[in-house]
């Protein structure tokens, strides 16, 4: 069965740094795409950003300059590096995978960033 396992999420000050990380596992092949959504309260899940294999990166308007993903191939993993962190940045963080089989997500990870 198709999996992504995230971690890397918790509480941090504002300025602060946090690295998550996604690795996909099982029955997943043919990964065409990888990243990140977060959904903060009372909002919906939006895209933070993602690398599209062979195409291109993509960012949120909100976190471009902060943020950085990258991806190890051979881990089939993705990195989402957050810098500068604001209250606003404040969400639970998915990790999703496209690949021929369809769409997989992750269980999600809180990140809070407070005083």
Not at 13 to 24: K, W
Not at 99 to 106: A, P, S
């Amino acid at each position: 069965q198709a999996q992504v396992v995230e971690s890397g999420g918790g509480l941090v000050q504002p300025g602060g740094s946090l690295r998550l990380s996604c690795a996909a596992s099982g029955s997943i092949f043919s990964i065409n795409a990888m990243g990140w959504y977060r959904q903060a309260p009372g909002k919906e899940r939006d895209l933070v950003a993602n690398i599209i294999y062979g195409s291109s990166t993509n960012y949120a308007d909100s976190v471009k300059g902060r943020f950085t993903i990258s991806r190890d191939n051979v881990k089939n993993a993705v990195y989402l590096q957050m810098n500068s962190l604001k209250p606003e940045d404040t969400a639970v963080y998915y990790c999703y995978a496209n690949y021929r089989g369809g769409i997989v997500w992750g269980q999600g990870s809180l990140v809070t960033v407070s005083p």
